[in-house]
């Protein structure tokens, strides 16, 4: 731990992100998303409203979709972390929301693919109602949910 001038305690963590060890030093109430962005230069979780209602900024801890403005990043270590950038084009979800043009602007594209991949691994399976329900955590402004649907069920029924 150190200190500042201003008082402000600080601490390093070690981060395992898309399967690289990263080292941060953070204040005990900065956010995933602040660490992510501002300290590892991974600027595809989206900075939307800060208070987990829109989803923009996801990512998925340990296999589960986070909205990384809600989990601070003292809680991270020890967990696997993955972005969009950790996909690196290859998930399936990637080319079936091109494919399906399940976007519009692409603000919320990367919060929903985070989703979205988390769904196709842990319920390969999954009914139109769960999927809906997995959905309903992200928000898209430009209204690209039929697309997303698509996408969605393109991946599902190849499982």
């Given at each position: 731990?150190?200190?500042?001038?201003?008082?402000?305690?600080?601490?390093?963590?070690?981060l395992v992100v898309?399967?690289?060890?990263?080292?941060?030093?953070?204040?005990?109430?900065?956010?995933?998303?602040?660490?992510?962005?501002?300290?590892?230069?991974?600027?595809?979780?989206?900075?939307?409203?800060?208070?987990?209602?829109?989803?923009?900024?996801?990512?998925?801890?340990?296999?589960?979709?986070?909205?990384?403005?809600?989990m601070l990043a003292?809680?991270?270590?020890?967990?696997?972390?993955?972005?969009?950038?950790?996909?690196?084009?290859?998930?399936?979800?990637?080319?079936?929301?091109?494919?399906?043009?399940?976007?519009?602007?692409?603000?919320?594209?990367p919060g929903y693919?985070?989703?979205?991949?988390?769904?196709?691994?842990?319920?390969?399976?999954?009914?139109?109602?769960?999927?809906?329900?997995?959905?309903?955590?992200?928000?898209?402004?430009?209204?690209?949910?039929?697309?997303?649907?698509?996408?969605?069920?393109?991946?599902?029924?190849?499982?």
């Amino acid at each position: 731990m150190s200190g500042s001038g201003s008082g402000t305690i600080k601490s390093e963590i070690e981060l395992v992100v898309n399967d690289k060890r990263h080292h941060a030093v953070i204040r005990s109430a900065d956010t995933l998303l602040r660490v992510l962005r501002e300290q590892l230069g991974l600027t595809g979780a989206k900075e939307g409203c800060e208070n987990g209602d829109c989803g923009a900024c996801t990512v998925n801890v340990d296999g589960v979709p986070i909205k990384s403005c809600l989990m601070l990043a003292i809680e991270a270590p020890g967990c696997s972390i993955t972005t969009i950038e950790g996909l690196g084009g290859d998930a399936p979800i990637q080319k079936a929301f091109v494919e399906q043009f399940a976007f519009q602007c692409g603000f919320c594209t990367p919060g929903y693919i985070m989703v979205a991949h988390a769904l196709t691994k842990q319920c390969p399976h999954a009914s139109e109602d769960v999927m809906q329900r997995w959905l309903q955590s992200n928000i898209c402004r430009c209204t690209s949910y039929e697309e997303i649907g698509k996408a969605v069920r393109s991946v599902l029924s190849q499982k």
